[in-house]
């Protein structure tokens, strides 16, 4: 069996936490809680430390970055063999990241269903392969247009294309999320998903499409979340998380680049793309600056410890891990203040009249 270092993170953080709890309630010795006790203190500190440092390291970089420079590193990544297509994505994930990777898709796609405007056109912002597009257009959309950056997703998206029913009203163009290429007032639905985190300003893009919603029109958003808990059980990240439910002003400042994996100032790529992280706070603020009403929000993929030990046990199954952990993650939506903690914020807003 292959252990990952989450993994491990987590066991020794479940094995702090059981002692604790049994030399406070149990042996009341003291001195097993009060090693468990700094070991938590110690990660929790070195944590703040290093998200510190790398914030100092990386808003520089981040600072000087231009779309050109954004779109040249997708460009790199999407001409990448284990890069160069949707399958291809999911694949290069983890066997538990690979199961939420498309959980995510059928969760969004719910939502559509219930809050998207039937028969209308649509626009999918930030399409990558065009996966969403392809389903918007054969399951709600009178007609669909894919809005993508990096041409060579977009030329992998026009390959299926052709493949797919000719009835299908798809149209794919290249365009930047900031600047598009679209007549105000002309779209009933917008979906964006994993596509605020990469713009330059996320609150501009909002503000965009607010200008190409018509009135009444909706608005679908999945994005990072700031409030997940990463599979942890030390108990000053979650207190820490808990609280910035109720204050941002909690959470060590974000660096917001990202390369193939986050910005790590011991182990720096030499290409970055923004990506950017969101509390719930943030991202309702945005929306509701922009004139929107949000109709739904919540939250996906809660990352608890015991998933890491299905996927182990599961020896890598996806079908197996996916049959185990969906009702659990049923469950824990249905649950108040956990069912908060997702690592992706899922919003549906409606355009509201000046």
Request: hydrophobic share 40%; proline share 3%.
């Amino acid at each position: 069996m292959k252990f990952s270092s989450k993994l491990i993170k987590s066991t020794v953080e479940l094995i702090c936490l059981s002692l604790l709890i049994l030399d406070l309630f149990v042996f009341k010795r003291w001195i097993i809680a009060g090693a468990s006790l700094a070991y938590f203190i110690f990660d929790f500190i070195r944590y703040r430390r290093e998200a510190l440092l790398s914030f100092h390291e990386s808003r520089k970089l981040g600072e000087g970055m231009t779309l050109s420079d954004i779109r040249a590193i997708e460009r790199k990544y999407s001409l990448r063999e284990d890069f160069n297509s949707f399958e291809k994505h999911a694949e290069v994930r983890t066997p538990l990241d690979r199961y939420f990777y498309f959980a995510k898709y059928e969760r969004v796609r719910n939502l559509l269903s219930s809050h998207g405007i039937q028969g209308g056109l649509w626009l999918d912002l930030g399409c990558g392969f065009g996966e969403d597009t392809f389903y918007l257009a054969q399951h709600f959309a009178r007609k669909v247009i894919g809005l993508e950056l990096d041409e060579i997703k977009l030329f992998q998206a026009k390959k299926k294309l052709q493949g797919q029913d000719h009835s299908l009203h798809v149209t794919f163009c290249v365009g930047d999320a900031l600047q598009l290429p679209f007549h105000p007032e002309i779209f009933d639905t917008i979906l964006m998903t994993e596509v605020l985190e990469h713009l330059v300003d996320p609150e501009k893009g909002i503000e965009y499409c607010r200008y190409l919603l018509k009135e009444g029109g909706v608005l679908v958003i999945s994005t990072q979340s700031l409030n997940n808990i990463n599979y942890t059980s030390n108990p000053f990240f979650l207190l820490e998380k808990a609280v910035s439910l109720l204050s941002d002003k909690v959470l060590p400042p974000y660096h917001g680049l990202h390369a193939q994996f986050e910005y790590n100032r011991k182990r720096p790529e030499p290409e970055y793309g923004i990506h950017h992280h969101f509390s719930q706070k943030q991202l309702r603020r945005i929306i509701t600056q922009n004139q929107f009403r949000i109709l739904w929000e919540g939250t996906f993929e809660i990352e608890v410890a015991p998933y890491l030990f299905i996927e182990l046990f599961s020896k890598g199954d996806v079908e197996k891990i996916g049959k185990v952990i969906q009702p659990i993650e049923n469950i824990l939506q249905k649950i108040p203040l956990i069912n908060r903690f997702g690592q992706h914020l899922l919003l549906v807003a409606q355009k509201r009249s000046t």
